[in-house]
């Protein structure tokens, strides 16, 4: 695992963003998981502005996102296929064919989830998954309390979690108290993680991603095992890090061999 710490977020958002663009430009035809969420919007503009300076192109690339409210058609305005057309699908090249995101209306969610799952295998696996913290340290819809070998399933959202995300609605009875998401297990076949946190409210959560055992009441920790995973944090986020000064340190020579 590799922290890296930088000033604002805009520079963390960059880097991170930089090295999807590498990834983009080595090979053409990746395969990116993808998140939503305040925090990964300041990436995807800078991405967006990568393609429109024509110094990368989706055209492509396809990508499977991480989780999708259950219960809301993808045309509603909170739901996350609304969201990653909004955020950057239709500010980039790619193609809508190759962009997939779990169906909230799915009768039957277990086929839903169970065949999603096969499309990612068939497509190759993931090359680099992009995720977000929540404040209690958990990835996609994996709650405290997830299975660390979970697969992609219908979840019931914590308290908490209904409650970070109720300022993107009307009110909080409004948003939905179930999800389609990734599992943990899913998420770490990824070949590599790229991992945003920013503002103090996440300093608890990845404190104890980096720093605390690896257990399933902070399901971001199960990224310690993996053999590539990146945190890129702004200076808030990583406030609590004991390590800190190593973290950067050593940071700043593996991102130049990326």
Not at 116 to 125: L, R, S
Not at 153 to 169: E, G, H, M
Not at 177 to 184: C, I, T, Y
Request: aromatic residues 8%.
């Amino acid at each position: 695992m590799e922290v890296v710490i930088c000033k604002t977020k805009e520079e963390a958002s960059r880097k991170a963003a930089d090295m999807i663009a590498a990834l983009v430009k080595k090979n053409p035809k990746c395969v990116l998981g993808l998140a939503t969420g305040s925090t990964p919007v300041p990436m995807y503009s800078a991405l967006a502005k990568d393609v429109k300076a024509k110094k990368i192109s989706f055209k492509q690339v396809k990508s499977w996102n991480l989780d999708e409210y259950y219960g809301l058609p993808g045309t509603h305005d909170q739901s996350y296929r609304y969201f990653m057309n909004a955020n950057l699908f239709d500010k980039i090249d790619i193609k809508k064919a190759n962009t997939h995101v779990l169906n909230g209306l799915a009768k039957d969610w277990k086929k839903e989830c169970k065949a999603y799952e096969a499309q990612i295998k068939k497509a190759g696996g993931i090359d680099l998954q992009v995720l977000g913290i929540g404040s209690d340290g958990h990835i996609a819809f994996n709650e405290p309390g997830s299975s660390l070998a979970s697969r992609t399933r219908l979840v019931s959202l914590t308290d908490q979690t209904i409650k970070d995300n109720a300022r993107f609605f009307k009110k909080a009875a409004d948003v939905p108290k179930f999800a389609l998401s990734m599992g943990v297990g899913t998420i770490c076949e990824a070949k590599k993680v790229i991992l945003l946190a920013f503002g103090k409210n996440k300093s608890d959560a990845v404190k104890a991603a980096v720093e605390g055992g690896v257990s399933q009441f902070c399901t971001a920790s199960a990224l310690q095992m993996h053999q590539d995973a990146w945190f890129f944090c702004d200076e808030e986020a990583a406030s609590k890090l004991k390590l800190k000064k190593y973290y950067a340190w050593r940071a700043e020579g593996e991102l130049s061999r990326q």
